[in-house]
């Protein structure tokens, strides 16, 4: 089969022919119809600590066709179509104990989404309901997040919401945070290019960055908001959303900033602000969203605004590094 190989130290992703899976106990193989590329894919590929393993493939936003059958599989036949957690569960951590296999560090992961095929553990899987395409299904996993985290916020009816950003993982918190009760939702972001895509996603306004953009915002809202949902992942947006927040009110970090971030303690705690740093999502989350979807509540095709090969996949990478256009960009490594 053919894939795309992270060599490490922030060289370039090399398209190589490796040896086509099969599938073992409780497992299946798919052909890859999907994948999207997500912004850790361009973080972790770009030489700093915080990067991939050299020789893998990356991957992990993917849907895909069941090829292949492990023994003991009862569950899925070929022809499937499937989404998958990009994570393996040892079954014992707290992590897993609480659903979370995502924060578990004693199981492998599951990436391998740029590339033709790939060896799924029946355990981490969904089928799609019949109504989904391959491209609603590469759509689960960043919708699984905003989902996971909005619930995690413990969110209630009416609560005035911030979100920091406009990319997808901004626009899956605004699309859940509606729908989990929120009453109003500012959408703030330095440019006006998704203007459109976050009120269509569940916002009520749109806020540029500016010196008077607490009173827009406070403004916008009726008042501050009870909680910030910080979706940029760059250093000083953690404090931002602080200086934003109501007393007593919550900042969640879903930005995943790997970078050292300075906040001013004594200024969240005179707010008494609390923080939460969610990371993952469970098999429950990843059918939730499935069902929602079936559903007919989701539009992927307000999400993805390109799909390319995945020979054109470095390509792209490289172009997504810059200012661009995209939101949300799918690979089809079909063969």
């Not at 969240?268 to 509540?297: C, E, I, N, R, T």
């Amino acid at each position: 089969m053919k894939a795309a190989v992270y060599p490490g130290a922030g060289q370039p992703l090399v398209l190589d022919s490796l040896p086509d899976p099969e599938p073992g106990a409780g497992e299946v193989v798919i052909e890859i119809h999907r994948c999207g590329i997500c912004g850790t894919d361009l973080h972790m590929t770009e030489g700093h600590d915080w990067q991939f393993p050299a020789g893998c493939v990356p991957g992990h936003e993917y849907s895909g066709e069941v090829v292949a059958v492990g023994a003991d599989v009862t569950t899925l036949k070929t022809g499937d179509l499937i989404t998958a957690l990009p994570s393996m569960g040892c079954g014992h951590c707290v992590a897993c104990h609480q659903g979370n296999i995502s924060l578990c560090r004693n199981a492998p992961g599951v990436m391998g989404g740029f590339g033709e095929l790939l060896k799924v553990p029946v355990a981490s899987a969904i089928k799609l309901p019949s109504t989904l395409s391959s491209a609603d299904g590469a759509l689960v996993e960043p919708l699984a997040i905003g989902l996971y985290a909005v619930r995690l916020s413990r969110i209630q009816p009416g609560d005035r919401v911030l979100v920091l950003g406009a990319g997808s993982v901004a626009l899956c918190a605004i699309y859940w945070a509606k729908r989990l009760g929120a009453g109003r939702i500012v959408a703030m972001s330095r440019s006006p290019r998704r203007r459109a895509l976050a009120l269509e996603m569940g916002a009520d306004a749109f806020v540029h960055y500016s010196d008077n953009e607490i009173g827009e915002v406070a403004e916008a809202l009726g008042g501050p908001p009870d909680i910030v949902y910080e979706c940029v992942g760059n250093p000083g947006f953690v404090m931002k959303g602080i200086q934003h927040a109501r007393t007593l009110g919550q900042v969640v970090s879903m930005g995943f900033c790997t970078a050292p971030d300075q906040i001013v303690p004594a200024l969240a705690g005179f707010k008494g602000v609390s923080l939460l740093f969610p990371v993952g999502y469970s098999l429950k989350d990843f059918q939730y969203v499935a069902d929602v979807m079936d559903a007919g509540h989701v539009d992927p095709k307000i999400l993805i605004t390109s799909v390319v090969p995945l020979d054109d996949l470095q390509a792209t990478l490289e172009y997504l590094r810059g200012p661009n256009e995209e939101t949300k960009v799918h690979v089809t490594p079909l063969r």
